[in-house]
């Protein structure tokens, strides 16, 4: 069945880094563009990083920029999120989803066009 699942979220002190995978099943990600959306406690969900199905554009949040980095493996049919500088409002589920997406991800792209989610991985910065 298509799938897609998160892995790597847990708890981290400020200033550390993580990195969250996304893993697909069902179906291969090579057209497919992945973004990474956040939901922190209490307020709305929020893109926070794309990329291209194959070209290697990329596309990020003001607020995560020079701090996340997102990469793809299509072999291994998975999507990355490399978290570094992490600050507390950072805290949240952490999503991915796909969408089939041939075009250069230049912009980040709204969460409604996306067909495939995963369940989400939580990411708590605390100290």
């Known amino acids: 069945q298509v799938q897609l699942v998160e892995s790597g979220g847990g708890l981290v002190q400020p200033g550390g880094s993580l990195r969250l995978s996304c893993a697909a099943s069902g179906f291969t990600l090579d057209y497919y563009a992945i973004g990474w959306f956040r939901q922190p406690p209490g307020k709305e969900r929020e893109g926070v990083s794309f990329?291209?199905?194959?070209?290697?554009?990329?596309a990020y949040a003001d607020s995560v920029k020079g701090r996340f980095t997102i990469s793809r493996d299509n072999a291994k049919n998975t999507v990355y999120l490399q978290m570094s500088s992490l600050k507390p409002e950072d805290t949240a589920v952490y999503s991915c989803?796909?969408?089939?997406?041939?075009?250069?991800?230049?912009?980040?792209?709204?969460?409604?066009?996306?067909?495939?989610w995963g369940q989400g991985t939580q990411v708590t910065v605390s100290s």
């Open positions: 990329i291209g199905a194959s070209d290697g554009s990329t």
């Open positions: 989803a796909a969408v089939y997406w041939e075009a250069p991800v230049t912009a980040t792209i709204r969460a409604d066009e996306f067909r495939y």
